[in-house]
């Protein structure tokens, strides 16, 4: 998908996968270490821009980090002002796409725990961690089991 920019190219696997084309998209981060810090600015940035895709519900980007001081930069720069999540088990009922940047499987498998305790129809889960092959195909069956997608989509910087 060449000239189009990544939050369009979400939105639109987004759909093609869930089988919609009447979803509205809210997006989720979580993990807010060296590496996804970076990227949910970007992304909020990018929600903020005129290039976010027209089915975006919200251009607010929803962050959970274990360690809350870490969102401080992305909650109190008016120009980002993403919404702080208390708990990771509010991502789901609040957002249709939820991006991960988290250290290792142990983390990651956290999270999809706490997922999985919400029907996820509907849903897509996009894990950018470094995960193992595995942890990948587990976590597709529970995120699966669920109804909802999940992508690993990870960035190798081992």
Not at 91 to 111: E, F, K, R, V
Not at 141 to 158: D, H, T
Request: aromatic content about 4%.
């Amino acid at each position: 998908m060449f000239g189009v920019s990544p939050l369009q190219q979400v939105s639109c696997v987004h759909k093609q996968l869930v089988g919609t084309g009447s979803m509205t998209e809210v997006m989720g981060f979580v993990g807010l270490g060296a590496m996804g810090l970076g990227m949910a600015c970007n992304l909020q940035k990018l929600l903020r821009s005129h290039a976010a895709p027209p089915s975006l519900k919200s251009r607010d980007l929803y962050v959970y980090n274990r360690t809350a001081a870490k969102a401080i930069p992305l909650t109190n720069d008016p120009n980002i002002a993403s919404k702080l999540l208390e708990d990771p088990s509010q991502l789901a009922p609040t957002c249709t796409i939820i991006c991960m940047m988290l250290a290792d499987d142990a983390a990651c498998g956290q999270i999809i725990q706490e997922l999985c305790k919400s029907e996820l129809a509907g849903k897509l889960v996009i894990n950018h961690s470094t995960s193992t092959v595995e942890f990948a195909r587990a976590a597709e069956r529970q995120v699966a089991g669920r109804g909802g997608i999940y992508l690993a989509a990870n960035v190798w910087g081992r």
